[in-house]
């Protein structure tokens, strides 16, 4: 059995990134651009593009909005906390957002 901190590290943070390198990638961003905007490798990018890695949640319209939203951010400069912006919308997913592992999930 996995814990709750294993499914997020392995499973919800991967499908979080790959979503918003796609995003990133189809609003015409490169792959290398792409990497340094996230904090990741550029081989992370090319995985998370070609869907070899990541791709294990569907996400609900409001959560693939507001990772919309976060590409968007990203390009015109508009983010100060990478981190805090990922940790909201992996609290999105979450039914209960006391069980936030985190401890960034807002209101904490």
Same mark, same amino acid.
Request: proline share 4%; hydrophobic share 35%; charged share 30%.
């Given at each position: 059995? /996995? =814990?709750? &901190?294993? @499914?997020?590290?392995?499973?919800? *943070?991967? =499908? ?6 796609? @995003? #990133?990638? +189809?609003?015409?961003?490169?792959? +290398?651009?792409? =990497? /340094?905007? *996230? ?12 869907? +070899?890695?990541?791709?294990?949640? @569907? ?10 939203? #976060?590409?968007? %951010? #990203?390009?015109?400069? /508009?983010?100060? %906390? *990478?981190?805090?912006?990922?940790? %909201?919308? &992996?609290?999105? #997913?979450?039914? %209960? @957002?006391?069980? &936030? ?8």
């Amino acid at each position: 059995m /996995k =814990s709750p &901190c294993e @499914e997020i590290v392995w499973n919800v *943070l991967p =499908s979080i990134r790959a979503a918003i390198a796609e @995003e #990133l990638i +189809k609003r015409g961003i490169s792959q +290398k651009d792409v =990497s /340094k905007m *996230l904090g990741i490798t550029p081989p992370a990018v090319s995985q998370y593009v070609s869907k +070899k890695r990541g791709y294990n949640i @569907e996400f609900r319209e409001d959560i693939r909005e507001a990772i919309g939203g #976060l590409a968007e %951010d #990203l390009i015109d400069g /508009k983010v100060d %906390d *990478l981190v805090r912006r990922i940790c %909201d919308i &992996c609290c999105m #997913l979450q039914d %209960d @957002e006391s069980a &936030c592992i985190s401890g960034r999930c807002k209101g904490k």
